[in-house]
């Protein structure tokens, strides 16, 4: 299958120097690259996994990679990266990565998954909480299937220059074009939420992490709240029965 590019964007660095960058889906070529960009700054980074400690624990981190070539693997899942637009169109280094599941409402998350490692066994618990409720949530709102966020990364040398938003935004261009009523995601970082607003993204949920942390035995090292927010697509139309 060919790489559709999503969009192509120039950014300036604090530095006053100009990147021009692309959006586009990951080649099944660059596999390996997208895995290693997940482990070294998500997986030991994001919020709920540093709360859980996988970064201390080198079977949490093993088992952590093989979700995630699994996940790359797995035609429900949708994987873009960033890479800086060159003239040729190869794609060098992934400076970015974001990835998507089609989730339909039903049956419980990760319900029967077991992990060799705590830490990881802990992680999905707090996960599949947020996620019962992010169902719950789709249902009342009578959306039957929908993009939940599996992940957003950037490499450090490539933060603060709108490449986050530019994952939002071909989120909501992917339910456009595969005619998917909505996307989700947990956004844990005010920067990634007053984004989200800009680009008409709604939030349904607050979560307390503190509370959340105490009602599953994890101690979160900072407070504040996590918005589950989604973007609702206004050109849906759903299937009709035959």
């Not at 800086?84 to 169109?89: G, Q």
């Not at 060799?116 to 789709?138: C, P, R, W, Y």
Request: hydrophobic fraction near 40%; aromatic fraction near 8%; charged fraction near 25%.
């Amino acid at each position: 299958m060919s790489c559709r590019v999503w969009s192509r964007f120039q950014t300036t660095r604090s530095d006053g120097t100009s990147v021009k960058l692309r959006i586009q889906d990951l080649p099944e070529t660059r596999l390996e690259d997208a895995v290693e960009l997940f482990i070294q700054y998500f997986i030991l980074e994001e919020t709920f996994h540093k709360a859980v400690g996988v970064a201390g624990n080198p079977q949490a981190i093993s088992e952590s990679r093989v979700i995630v070539t699994k996940s790359m693997q797995d035609p429900a899942f949708h994987h873009v990266i960033c890479c800086e637009d060159r003239d040729d169109d190869a794609v060098g280094q992934i400076v970015g990565a974001s990835s998507i599941e089609l989730s339909a409402i039903g049956p419980e998350p990760f319900e029967g998954i077991k992990f060799e490692a705590d830490e990881m066994q802990k992680i999905f618990m707090l996960l599949g909480a947020v996620m019962s409720d992010t169902h719950n949530i789709m249902g009342e709102l009578h959306i039957s299937n929908f993009y939940d966020d599996r992940g957003i990364v950037v490499h450090p040398k490539f933060r603060q220059l709108g490449i986050a938003r530019e994952f939002l935004k071909t989120r909501c261009l992917a339910c456009v074009t595969n005619n998917i009523p909505a996307t989700g995601a947990l956004m844990t970082c005010i920067a990634t939420q007053k984004a989200a607003e800009k680009d008409n993204w709604e939030t349904v949920l607050e979560v307390d992490l503190q509370e959340l942390g105490r009602n599953h035995g994890v101690t979160f090292e900072y407070g504040g709240v996590s918005k589950l927010m989604i973007w609702k697509n206004p050109q849906y139309k759903p299937l009709q029965n035959m």
